[in-house]
């Protein structure tokens, strides 16, 4: 094909998942003892798996299945393995998985069409704020599309504000890409230090991790944050090391756009079943061309909707909502169920926070306690009770108000930035599921 498929029509796109989907169960029928012997417990014929509806008839992938049977989802031999790479462990021990030659190509091509989604072209320089190294495949996927897509890379890594407004001020790049929150304290470093940053190089800033829009897809108290300090383009980002894949937004910025040709994506709800289009529910995926690790109908946890509406921007293939959270993550707060982003988006808007996280515990009588830690900035004006302060701007945005600890800013970054970690620590779950 040599049209894109996703600006082709509805009806070609299925067509053209159906037909990919086919030689995906094909390769884990002939390569991957794990679903081979799914297969066979639940009399299963691979070839009857043809279409997108038949892949209600197979089980759930979960990931205590990935920590469970890991070595029994290789598809091909060790040998074959050019990349090994670890998920961040989010929901408890991390998950190895091994790429191939095709598959560190098919990374490069997911973000090569990711960034030029974002509207990247050759002459384009991106500034990278994600580490390359600690296995992590995120960092590595970035470089091979941007090298694919034929713009350039500064491979700067996390953290360090000095080290990174000296790249900027030295090389002039276009864009960043990093998580949100670090922009944040890359204006306060810029202000202290007398860095005019309204006239650098950078106008677009591409964000992991982190979300920055609401349901409706309006820039969320982050994205307010960061633009109404700086005259830059926001664009948010959704991927996985499972899926191998991103979503990203176009400058219309109404929801992060699949590559039909490397994921199909099914929206569930909590008995498995489908929910329709523009309801939220989990995330669940089938990778399409993995030669190494392929996944059919994985449970990624996380909780957003399918948008099918043809975009603004040309594009017919569907696209995710803003992460609400990770199905595990929801909280049962004082009558109120949420998610921790919900949590993140108050203490975001909170100009006298520096760093926090949000603590959840079971409690005796089997409900869910919430225990939010801050640090305070050194510089800002703070309520004299503060917090007071906090706990009714909780209360005015989700009507419920967690406990609220003041700790000091080092005790904050220690648990923000442990040794190993290869994102910002937000939230720590102490609850026995």
């Given amino acids: 094909m040599t049209q894109d498929i996703e600006f082709c029509s509805a009806a070609e796109i299925k067509a053209y998942q159906e037909e990919r989907l086919r030689q995906a169960v094909a390769w884990l029928a ?10 066979r417990a639940y009399r299963i014929d691979p070839e009857r798996l043809r279409t997108l509806e038949d892949l209600e008839r197979v089980p759930f992938t979960e990931k205590k299945d990935l920590q469970l049977y890991n070595d029994d989802f290789l598809c091909c031999d060790k040998a074959a393995i050019i990349d090994y790479i670890t998920t961040s462990g989010t929901l408890g021990d991390p998950v190895t998985f091994g790429c191939s030659e095709r598959d560190l190509q098919r990374l490069a091509y997911n973000e090569h069409k990711s ?13 990278l704020m994600t580490t390359m190294d600690k296995r992590f495949m995120a960092g590595l996927a970035y470089f091979l599309g941007i090298r694919s897509l034929g713009a350039s890379i500064i491979r700067v890594g996390n953290g360090i504000p000095e080290l990174q407004w000296d790249t900027i001020q030295r090389l002039k790049p276009d864009t960043l890409m990093c998580v949100p929150s670090f922009i944040l304290r890359l204006l306060d470093y810029a202000d202290a230090h007398g860095i005019d ?45 499972e899926m191998g894949a991103t979503f990203s937004e176009c400058p219309y910025g109404c929801g992060g756009h ?4 490397l994921i199909i994506v099914e929206i569930v709800d909590d008995e498995g079943r489908l929910v329709p289009d523009g309801e939220v529910g989990e ?60 949590l993140n988006d108050v203490l975001e808007g909170t100009p006298y926070v520096a760093g926090y996280v949000v603590e959840v515990a079971d409690s005796d009588a089997g409900t869910d306690e919430v225990l939010v830690k801050v640090a305070l900035r050194a510089e800002a004006t703070v309520p004299e009770d503060v917090v007071k302060d906090l706990k009714d701007r909780f209360r005015s945005r989700i009507r419920v108000a967690p406990d609220v600890a003041i700790i000091p800013r080092d005790e904050m970054q220690r648990i923000n930035f442990p040794g190993a970690a290869r994102k910002p620590i937000k939230f720590i779950d102490r609850r026995a599921h």
């Fill in 30 to 39: 002939e390569r991957s003892p794990y679903y081979q012997r799914l297969f």
């Fill in 115 to 127: 960034f030029a989604c974002a509207g990247l072209r050759p002459g384009n320089i991106l500034q």
């Fill in 197 to 241: 940053y309204r006239q650098s190089s950078v106008r677009r800033i591409i964000g992991i991790g982190e979300g920055l829009r609401e349901q409706d897809f309006s820039l969320n108290l982050l994205g307010r944050r960061i633009t109404e300090r700086w005259d830059v383009q926001l664009f948010a980002t959704y991927s996985s090391t």
């Fill in 258 to 261: 699949v590559h039909p040709e």
């Fill in 283 to 342: 995330v669940v995926v089938t990778t399409l061309g993995v030669e190494a690790m392929p996944l059919l109908r994985f449970r990624t946890g996380d909780m957003a909707a399918k948008i099918t509406a043809p975009c603004r921007c040309g594009r017919h293939s569907y696209r995710l909502t803003p992460i609400v959270g990770r199905k595990h993550n929801m909280l049962k707060l004082k009558g109120t169920t949420l998610y921790p982003p919900a």
